[in-house]
């Protein structure tokens, strides 16, 4: 994450400090080192960390939620594998049972879906919609509007600033769009999509 230049951060009313152990961040796969040398439950424990507190360590209870969250995306079989030994659906589908297991009230996801396979993707995309179901918020970062319809309730479009915001049908128009791509509009017929 970058640091903040000056103001707050404030989410529901509290200082994002506050707010830390409540939120999950799963980054882009380009940003993490795959080859460090830690097993899948070791990745998913790290999530437990933050209701812990310094210099604790995971015990059973935190175990059995890891291995549970593993289950949940599919990946409990890999839990003794290296991180780096596995693909990049795979990996990515650990990240989010990291994720998981903190249990958070605030997901972030940074491109998601980049350079995984569609299992991976259906199996994430199906496990962020129960997270939404239980009342939990999921922001994604997400470049292929393709998808916008069939995976978002509402999008925030920005490009160095908030263009729009609102539901899937509100901000997937034509006008709308041409305002975040400068005109470069040709991936729109791609999308079903015509400029009047």
Known sequence: MIPKDKGEINIAGKSIQEMREKIAYVPQRSTIDWDFPITVIDTVLIGTYPKLGLFKRPKKREREWAYECLKKVGMKEYSQRQIGELSGGQQQRVFVARALAQNPELFFLDEPFVGIDV?????????????????????????????????????????????????????????????????QLSFLEEMGMTIS
């Open 119 to 183: 299992t991976s993707e259906e199996t994430i995309i199906n496990i962020l919609r129960e997270q939404r179901d239980e009342g939990k918020t999921v922001f994604i970062v997400h470049h292929d509007l393709s998808k916008a319809g069939a995976y978002f309730d509402e999008l925030l479009l920005l490009n160095k600033e908030l263009i729009k915001y609102g539901s899937v049908h509100e901000v997937c128009r034509p006008e709308i769009i041409s305002k975040a791509y400068h005109g």
